[in-house]
């Protein structure tokens, strides 16, 4: 029997590992180590509890809730019982949670806490199909009385009687999934309409393994920290398909809000990030150094010009000579190696940057300490990756060349179409969607891509979001928007500039560093609408602007701009759960301060 | 609910100098229940908590713990018997972590000798993971793991009344006295303490008496509700009943002419 399932896999790797460690959860201050044995433990007990609770093949489970190992057990358990499970973000609202739990049809939910369990209790009554709300932490609501709520553990306890009776039950259920299964349904973040869930099979999930493992390979010693909502594709993949084939080890964090400090404790070597990210630990640097004493200061001046260059000479695949290298190790002693100690990214080999285009510049500032990053390229319907640079080589702005297993074309306007085993099974409940982005099994991914005379990648933009200016002159905003959010005063910028003689840009400042900056100048302010109206706050911005505008095309630089006088919020529709901006409803909302611009 | 006699004040009387502060207040408490205490300022609630705690001691009356006098014992003893404080200003150590401040909550609990402690030897050594573990279960609990090494100091005010209350915990009260929690607190904090204290209720089956003046917080977590005006009880009943009783009333807006 070859395992070409997870739980199949999950099963191989407990008959490997058994007692080595699987999973690590910081409990109590204190990390708690999970072995394989145990992790398979829970999955066949929360398997053949929900299995004695009426779960049937195909029908849908949604986890809800922050990234814990209880989330991976539920994922497993139900693909296990050939049901479906289907993440949903945690920071949905109360109104987003119903329609994935409405439109996924689902039968259970899984929640991790009282905060999402009164989500769902909210808008239970109008959900027919939800059976069951299991509760994994039952902090606060062991009083509550709808009778629908079960908690884990009981759950768990029904499967250990069950398993008792009859202990080979569970490998039995495995052995009955199949490859053509669907695995999970991941909703898409939706920049431009409700989310779409896209099916995912064990077909699918085997060739993104296949496929992403031969240009990066991964083994058991590495470690990883499970840090995105392990809802999107991109941590699915990292926290689930991976380990399931190669057994490395994933650390959750104590919370969401000590996330940082668990970072440094566990010091990754596998670090999978977003360029929001990326970009939030660059300011911090930034600002931290600024406050640093003088000597700190003056160490670190020293030291990055020195990473800099070796960056430049690495980037544009020169060789570094002596005289750079031996500098950039003495800087490496006395700066960078306590930097990356700082920021958790200390044993970092390899890190992978996805989901949202990376900025050059973020990218040579992490090459200057020394830290690759790799731009992967990819989308929820393609089970995660389409291409990733392979090895050293590494060009910047470029995700490298498609993963092996798919193939790969450009049509005539640069849309980037892609054919394969990694090519996801159609949208739930939308056929017409699915006929959309599927045409003789090509899929048609939306983005605008161009290759380089060594075939590889580079992403020109979302189809929809390249804006053809008065001229007619084709502009790709988020290059742009990248320049801009590099300043460590600006949080996000949306570029606008559809049919307009000129492009403008509408700015997030960083609220924290403006405050720092603003106390410092002893500005008054009381929130952020009184900070952004500060007009030194927009000579700020303006001057930081026009840094980064030296850095682009004429036709590109930004002529005007306004400051958004509250932070873009999901709750408001103004973002994706995964801060993606919503263009079309933020340039409609706010027409009234972009028009007074052109 | 169990025994209505959990925790009683039986007739209680406190002067000071020629002021009547207290004339004759009995309260009793059940176990596991939210007793809130209302009034104007000066009203005498304050008082009350300081005597049970055996700060002042009454010239008349009792305070009974499960039918036991404890009436005037020393503080400490009184901290023994499983009564706990969180103060209306905060008291904690601001140079010291919260942890630290924390493991002062146990510090009732510490049984080794002088000597196995300066060796730390094997039963002080169990003793310190003991108590840290209880530590470590209120931080989860109360959700502060951010600033457990944190200096106290360096919190903002709503994080030190938190860990004010965490400190109470670790002393595993059966009863939790609350000056009130949420005073000077934003909407958010004071959303989360409410949350917390309820949480208290159900998760650690504490009984839990609270000194407040935010009507909003009172009426909604509290099971019953005693209301005290010059060192008198004028009312005690459910939320709804106090909230329409013109006594109430009359001592919160003053008698119409």
Known sequence: ???????????????????????????????????????????????LGCRDLGLKPQEKVSILGDNCPEWLYADLATQSLRAVAVGVYPTNTTEQVKYILEHSGSKYVVVKDQEQLDKVLEVNAELPLLERIIVIDMKGVRKYTYPLIISYEEVEEVGRRIRQKDPDLFTGIIAETEASDIAIIVYTSGT????????????NITAVQHGFLQVLPITREDSLVSALPLCHVAERMFSLFLPMKVGCTINFAESVATMQADMIEISPSIFLTVPRMLEKMHSTITIKIQNANPIKRCA?????????????????GGKVGLLYHTLFMIAYFLVFRPLRNRIGLLQVRECVSGAAPLSKDIMRFFRSLGIRIKEAYGCTESTGVISMPEGEGLKLGSVGKPVPGIEFRLEDDGEILIKGGLVFEGYHNDPEGSNRVLKDGWLYTGDVGKLDEDGDLFIVDRKKEIIINAAGKNIAPSEIENRLKFSTFINEAIVIGEGRKYLTALIQVDYENVANWAQKEDIPFTNYKSLVGNSKVRRLIDREITEANKNLARVETIKKFALLDKELDQDDGEVTATMKVKRQIIEKKYGNIIEPMY | MASPDFFEIRDLHMRFAGVQALQGVSISVAKNELLA???????????????????????????????????C????????????????????????????????????????SFLSGSFFLGKCLREEMDNRRKVEEVIEFLEIEEVRKQLVKSLPFGLQKRVELGRALCMDPSILLLDEPVAGMNLEEKEDIARFILDIKEEMETTIIM???????????????????????IVEGSPEVVQNHPKVIEAYLGLED
Request: one cysteine or more.
């Open chain 1, 300 to 316: 670190y001046n020293l030291c990055m010009p020195i990473g800099g260059k070796v960056a430049d000479i690495r980037l544009s």
């Open chain 1, 192 to 203: 431009t309409g409700p989310p779409k869930g896209a099916m995912l099979s064990h077909r």
């Open chain 2, 73 to 112: 014992l020393k503080p400490y003893k009184i901290a023994r018997a499983g009564i706990a404080r969180v103060f209306q200003n905060i008291e904690l150590f601001k140079n010291m972590t919260v942890i630290d401040n924390l493991l002062l909550g146990r510090h009732q609990f510490l049984k080794s």
């Open chain 2, 37 to 71: 205490v209302i009034g104007p300022n000066g009203a005498g609630k304050t008082t009350i908590f300081n005597i049970i705690n055996g700060v002042y001691h009454p010239y008349k009356g009792k305070i009974l713990l499960e039918g036991k006098d404890i009436t």
């Open chain 2, 211 to 233: 000194i407040e003046h935010d009507m909003e917080v009172v009426m909604d977590i509290a099971d019953r509700i005693c209301v005290i005006d010059f060192g008198v009880k």
């Open chain 1, 1 to 47: 029997m070859s395992a070409d399932t997870l739980p199949k896999l999950l099963l191989e790797k407990v008959r490997y590992y058994k007692k080595e460690v699987a999973l690590r959860e910081k409990q109590l201050g204190v990390w708690r180590p999970i072995t394989w044995n145990e992790y398979y433990d829970h999955v066949e007990t929360f398997g």
